[in-house]
């Protein structure tokens, strides 16, 4: 031991209470001289004096002791005392003790995972400093429904110049290119960034330096910053990766800086951040709009105030250009609620179930305690007789309580630090789900629930049991007990069972929506497709003519290869929300001219229809024209907005979009439900485009399982296109799976929180009967003397089982009437009062009691007759 | 010996006391508080002098006084308790509610006795 810490612990004990004592005791002496003295002057003899001075004084110890309650430190001592106790009550009963622990451990343990997620995903900050201030801001049409949410970089400029309310604005926009100058091109996502870029951020490279003004400027040398991993994968962390170079299409970017391994915007997958010309001549023109804008407000202003702030600067600019600005107007959102998306209720609900799930974990601590304290009676009531006080018998059990739940909360961290990993297993696509690791605010978290679920299960049984009188009465009693007068165990029986009826409901429905989901016909054939990417640029969009003619050679090579029945390309994927409702105009005039035209409109080649195998109904399949392009509607958008007459050689336009050519209908496909399988198929126009975007997604229908042609398209593509790269080969049906991960996410969460909450619920059934049975030996002993059949005091505490059960069941069904609310909009095919499920979860809950309740009915009719007269001792 | 029955002190008095006595005396060690405290009664109250030592304990904690360590007239050492600022203010708060609950009870009393 250093001599430190000899030091510090002799001053700690110096200070502590034998010093305190010490000093008391010669405060005592003094009095106790002072006062004999003043005896004898009086005339007492000594002894007199000393005995009558003892008198006057009181004793020593009791004068400390109460000196003792009022420094206040009592309490922490008898918190160690109770403590000790409990620790030594818990080991006695040690299989009581493991149920209580465990079952806890599930409630606080799942509780503190679902929290861990909430407080990674909803609850965190962005990982920027002074996340809060940063906003995502978009333009939207006021006349036209157009959710193109985009900006043109000259507005941008604008708005950041004319604004009062924010410290500086930016924007970006990402594409996957490949980089080319290893002997193998590699696919990078690369963001294109506007001037203040890092500044909004508020973020610095981690190595190197930030864009100088020059890099900048349309047309000045080339410069770009690498993530962190880039960096590791690329360079080996090298340090003099800073000046090389990297090529990308025509340009050579020379490396500036790293980028903070935490900086991961717009996305996981971004490698490359390069500035983007602003003023380039492409940049000026206002209706050319690609950037996702970005501001960071300044300090104490508010979201409302930033509003109200660029609405005036959207007027002013109407005036200065009335053609394009004076129809737009502006939106202020926070990022934060951008990136988190709806995932919020999904979180919110989960947590609600497992909530439940704790308060079904207490209820049966609560029973448990209920039954032990009444088996110790016997220690209470002796307690009581040598002078205890209730709230000191009140505090020893709460003591007791106490451990049990912080054993359940240690145990419990083990199911939260296993929360990070169920999470990316069941949802690796959701928003954040990367950070929910086990940190200091789940600790603390745990630690209040376990302080919240003494209370919770800790006090009723507490209350109950520092009852003097029943504490005196009851431990005569419980031997000669002949009614049921646990009414309130079983009280805690029912709402246990009520509660898990309401969680296997909300399981049952989610997983009766799952269940409809794959009975719906798509309308298109997903199996047997495989989809990518092949990288491209932007920048390509100058010729467009080339990029749709190195798109179609694309499709024609990949259609040719063995084992392949058709290739295709589309912008946006078949079966997953892509949200992209345009409004249209037929040129031949409609037969409403009131009624808008909106429509989903899909960009796609012409053999999308051959490959996603959806029917052609009328009409004649569309071609790809070098000039004007050929357009199908669906059934649903000719019924919709043409009725009995036949949209067949008219013309379509798109509202507010000079650049797309004129459309004439061709024919009509079948509805599919293109916009996910759970939503049925609306209005759709298909624009006969391969080449809409420079990076479509390739659709190609194989013969066998579709990952065994990725090798073989691989090597394809690197035949005909030596540098671009080829990522993200996934079938699509992985992708349509991906889509409904936040639906699974809940599904397996709360069918497992159910099973759980059945589990738990049953056991606290069986719990209670036992107990019941047990005290009522003496009873059962003597019906059985008097000539009972065995079998009817089985069936007896059968029905006892059942009848509480059927009672929760109903008051559970009562709660998923009422609730059922919740869970609409997560429901697919099904009501939320749905008489199936209800049915077969009432059934699966009266099986599953019937069976907990059997071994101790059973138990029952097999008392010997003779404990009756054994018991009486 | 005595004759006259001796009152207890007092719940809640006892407070007032010590403060009063630490106002007119000064700084004392307990036995002295005791001691003026019978003395000032003239042997009418029954203090038993172990109750004194909580009550200081409480008040010292409460801020109304405060101790040093000093050496008492018999050359022991002894703790001399005095009043603190708060203490004043707190003792003419008691005071006053004192005198107020003697008048209220005195005309009580005297009311009862008319009828």
Redo the contacts between chains.
């Keep these: 031991m250093s001599w430190i810490q000899q030091i510090t612990s002799r001053l700690r004990a110096a200070l502590g209470k034998r010093q305190r004592d010490r ?2 005791d ?6 106790l ?3 004999i ?2 005896n004898v002057e009086r005339g007492m003899s000594p002894e007199a004096a000393r005995r009558a001075a003892k008198l ?4 020593a110890d ?2 400390k002791e ?2 003792h ?4 430190l009592p309490l922490l001592e008898t918190f160690v005392q109770d403590l000790r106790f409990a620790l030594r009550m818990l080991r006695k009963s040690p299989g009581f003790s493991a149920v209580a622990i465990l079952t806890l451990a599930l409630g606080i343990g799942a509780n503190s995972a679902v929290f861990s997620a909430i407080d990674a995903i909803l609850l965190r900050p962005l990982p920027f400093p002074d996340a809060n201030q940063l906003m995502q801001i978009s333009q939207y049409h006021l006349k036209e429904k157009n959710l193109n949410p985009f900006v043109a970089p000259v507005r941008l400029e604008d708005w950041n110049r004319m604004n009062s309310t924010f410290q500086a604005m930016t924007g970006y926009y990402a594409e996957d290119d490949s980089e080319i100058s290893g002997p193998l091109p590699e696919k990078v996502t690369i963001a294109f960034v506007a001037p203040r870029f890092l500044q909004v951020w508020g973020i610095a490279p981690a190595l190197g330096r930030d864009f100088t003004t020059v890099e900048e400027r349309f047309g000045g040398p080339g410069a770009v910053l690498i993530s962190r991993r880039f960096w590791e994968n690329r360079f080996g962390a090298d340090p003099n990766a800073l000046g090389k170079k990297l090529r990308i299409g025509r340009f050579a970017l020379t490396i500036v800086g790293v980028m903070p391994a935490s900086f991961l915007f717009p996305n996981r997958d971004v490698d490359l951040w390069s500035p983007d010309g602003v003023g380039g001549p492409y940049a000026q023109n206002r209706d050319l709009t690609w950037y996702t804008i970005i501001g960071r407000l300044k300090q104490g202003v508010t979201l409302a105030q930033s509003r109200a702030n660029l609405a005036t600067v959207q007027s002013q600019l109407g005036k200065q250009y009335p053609k394009p600005d004076a129809d737009l107007a502006v939106n202020v959102q926070s990022l934060k609620e951008i990136v988190i998306g709806g995932i919020g209720r999904s979180f919110w609900m989960l947590f609600g179930s497992v909530s439940l799930l704790l308060l079904i974990a207490c209820t049966n601590i609560a029973a448990l305690l209920l039954a032990r304290s009444s088996r110790r009676q016997h220690e209470i009531s002796i307690r009581f007789a040598l002078g205890g006080s209730r709230t000191a018998i009140m505090r020893q059990l709460l003591t007791e309580t106490f451990l049990l739940a912080l054993g359940g909360a240690a145990l419990g961290l083990i199911v939260a630090a296993a929360a990070s990993q169920i999470f990316q297993t069941l949802a690796a696509s959701l928003p954040r789900v990367q950070q929910i690791h086990l940190d200091a605010t789940v600790v603390l978290y745990s630690l209040a629930c376990s302080l919240i679920v003494t209370f919770l299960c800790g006090l009723l049984p507490a209350i109950r049991a520092a009852r003097k009188s029943i504490a005196v009465s009851l431990a005569q009693a419980s031997f000669t007990q002949v009614s049921t007068r646990n009414r309130l165990h079983w009280l805690l029986v029912g709402v246990q069972v009520a509660l898990a009826v309401t969680l296997l409901a909300g399981a049952g429905l989610l997983i009766r929506s799952f269940q409809e989901l794959g009975r719906v016909s798509p309308g298109f054939q997903p199996d047997h497709v495989l989809t990518f990417h092949i990288s491209a640029s932007y920048g390509e969009t100058t010729d467009l003519k080339a990029m749709t003619q190195r798109i179609d050679r694309t499709i024609d090579s990949l259609a040719a290869l063995p084992g392949v029945s058709s290739a295709a390309t589309s912008a946006t994927l078949p079966g997953v929300p892509s949200e992209s409702p345009q409004e249209f105009k037929v040129a031949e005039g409609q037969t409403d001219p009131n009624r808008k035209i909106v429509s989903d409109s899909r960009a796609v080649s012409p053999s999308y229809f051959a490959t996603m195998q959806i029917p052609l109904l009328d009409g004649k399949s569309c071609r790809e024209l070098p000039s004007g392009a050929d357009v199908l509607v669906n059934r649903s958008f000719a019924n919709t907005y043409f009725g009995q007459s036949n949209p067949i050689g008219h013309h379509l336009s798109v509202v507010g979009n000079q650049y797309l050519p004129l459309g004439e209908i061709r024919g009509i496909v079948g509805d599919a439900r293109e916009e996910g399988l759970n939503r049925a198929p609306g209005p759709t126009v298909y624009w006969c485009i391969s080449g809409a975007v420079p990076d479509p997604y390739y659709l190609v229908r194989t013969l066998g399982k579709p990952m065994t042609m990725a090798r073989t398209i691989r090597e394809r593509i690197r035949s005909i296109e030596p540098t671009r790269s080829l990522f993200d080969i996934v079938p699509l049906t992985e992708h349509i799976d991906q889509s409904f991960a936040e639906n699974r996410m809940r599904m397996v969460l709360l069918s497992l929180f159910a099973a759980t909450a059945l589990c738990l619920a049953c056991l606290g059934l069986y719990g209670t009967l036992s107990y019941s049975v047990a005290i009522r030996r003496r009873e059962i002993g003597l019906r059985m003397a008097l000539g009972a059949v065995p079998r009817r005091i089985a069936t007896g505490f059968l029905l006892l089982g059942l009848r509480i059960c059927v009672i929760g069941c109903a008051v559970g069904v009562t709660l998923v009437i009422a609730f059922g609310r919740v869970l609409s909009g997560m429901l697919f095919g099904v009501s939320p009062t749905d008489v199936v499920t209800l049915a077969g979860v009432i059934f699966i809950m009266l099986i599953v009691a019937a069976l907990a309740s059997l071994v101790p009915s059973l138990r029952a009719s097999r008392v010997d007759p003779m404990v009756a007269l054994r018991y009486e001792e | 010996m005595i004759t006259t029955p001796k009152a207890e002190v007092l719940q809640g008095t006892l407070d007032l006391l010590v403060l009063k006595t630490l106002d007119t005396l000064g700084p004392l060690h307990g036995f002295g508080i005791a001691r003026r405290i019978q003395q000032a009664s003239q042997d009418a109250l029954l203090l038993n002098q172990g109750t004194l030592y909580p009550a200081l304990v409480r008040l010292e904690q409460r801020g109304w006084i405060r101790s040093k360590w000093g050496i008492s007239e018999n050359n022991r050492r002894a703790r001399f308790y005095s009043l603190t600022k708060a203490g004043r203010k707190q003792l003419t708060v008691e005071a006053q509610s004192w005198e107020r609950m003697a008048t209220i009870i005195a005309r009580l009393l005297v009311g009862a006795g008319e009828a």
């Design positions: 000093m008391l010669e405060e005592l002496n003094t009095h001289a002072l006062l003295e003043q006057s004084l009181g004793g009791q004068i109460s000196v309650d009022h420094r206040g």
